[in-house]
């Protein structure tokens, strides 16, 4: 019995309940004022409650009206936050630390570098000084051993030099087909002669001369009307010198 008078009840509940259902509104309580307020870029409308001084709230008081913030829109009206002024500001001030730091971090580069200079400057110029000795050495030994390998090339060339010496002083060519054999030769025997000039083999100075042990071997000395004693009046065979090295020295003859 008392479950059929609840259904009973609560069947009549409902039904008024639906009758009503159009004329439901909501107003605000005494005392309580509604606002509407954005949310980022998609505005939507809040209900929130605030206890106010004074009498209650009219309708007009309730529909109060919120601007939205002033913000920079991109081409596709959304919000462009790198444009804003608070992110170049914020920008502006990281830009600035990183300046004083990289400022910071060259000057204790260079304090550094100051102090290894103090500590180990002498030595490295000990050292450069060093490697120019053996570098100024190296070239040394070099022009050296390049002086050396011209100085044996030419001693084994004077020997057929000498042969062309004696040659021309001991024959005499009588016919044009002898001349012409002699000519060829002398331009061979001239060949020689201008690279030995090019390798810097020069040869040495005799007649007119003074004797010089260094440079001339004495085979005789013999009274001379035309030079004075102790002086070169002939040459047998030539000598030839390479820069300070001496190839071989002139046999010569001495005026007595």
């Known amino acids: 019995m008392f479950c059929k008078r609840l259904a009973a009840s609560l069947l009549l509940i409902c039904t008024l309940c639906a009758s009503q259902t159009s004329g439901f509104s909501v107003r605000a309580?005494?005392?309580?004022?509604?606002?509407?307020?954005?949310?980022?870029?998609?505005?939507?409308?809040?209900?929130?409650?605030?206890?106010?001084?004074?009498?209650?709230?009219?309708?007009?008081?309730?529909?109060?009206?919120?601007?939205?913030?002033?913000?920079?829109?991109?081409?596709?009206?959304?919000?462009?936050?790198?444009?804003?002024?608070?992110?170049?500001?914020?920008?502006?001030?990281?830009?600035?630390?990183?300046?004083?730091?990289?400022?910071?971090?060259?000057?204790?580069?260079?304090?550094?570098?100051?102090?290894?200079?103090?500590?180990w400057g002498p030595q490295l110029d000990e050292l450069q000084k060093e490697y120019k000795n053996i570098q100024q050495r190296m070239n040394t030994q070099n022009n050296a051993g390049d002086t050396m390998s011209t100085v044996q090339?030419?001693?084994?060339?004077?020997?057929?030099?000498?042969?062309?010496?004696?040659?021309?002083?001991?024959?005499?060519?009588?016919?044009?087909?002898?001349?012409?054999?002699?000519?060829?030769?002398?331009?061979?025997?001239?060949?020689?002669?201008?690279?030995?000039d090019k390798l810097g083999v020069k040869p040495v100075e005799t007649v007119g001369k003074e004797f010089d042990y260094e440079n001339h071997q004495a085979v005789m000395q013999r009274p001379s009307e035309d030079y004075e004693e102790g002086i070169v009046c002939e040459e047998l065979q030539k000598g030839f010198r390479c820069g300070d090295i001496l190839v071989r020295a002139a046999m010569v003859v001495v005026a007595a």
């Open 29 to 119: 309580p005494s005392g309580v004022s509604i606002r509407r307020f954005a949310v980022a870029a998609r505005p939507s409308t809040c209900l929130f409650a605030e206890q106010e001084d004074g009498a209650t709230a009219s309708d007009a008081e309730v529909a109060e009206d919120i601007s939205p913030p002033v913000e920079s829109k991109t081409s596709t009206g959304g919000t462009d936050i790198l444009t804003s002024p608070a992110f170049l500001t914020r920008k502006l001030e990281v830009l600035r630390k990183d300046a004083v730091a990289v400022e910071t971090a060259l000057e204790e580069a260079k304090a550094r570098l100051q102090a290894g200079k103090d500590e």
């Open 153 to 196: 090339v030419a001693r084994q060339l004077l020997t057929m030099l000498d042969n062309y010496d004696r040659a021309f002083i001991a024959v005499t060519p009588e016919t044009d087909a002898e001349r012409a054999i002699e000519a060829e030769y002398k331009e061979a025997y001239d060949m020689v002669l201008s690279t030995f």
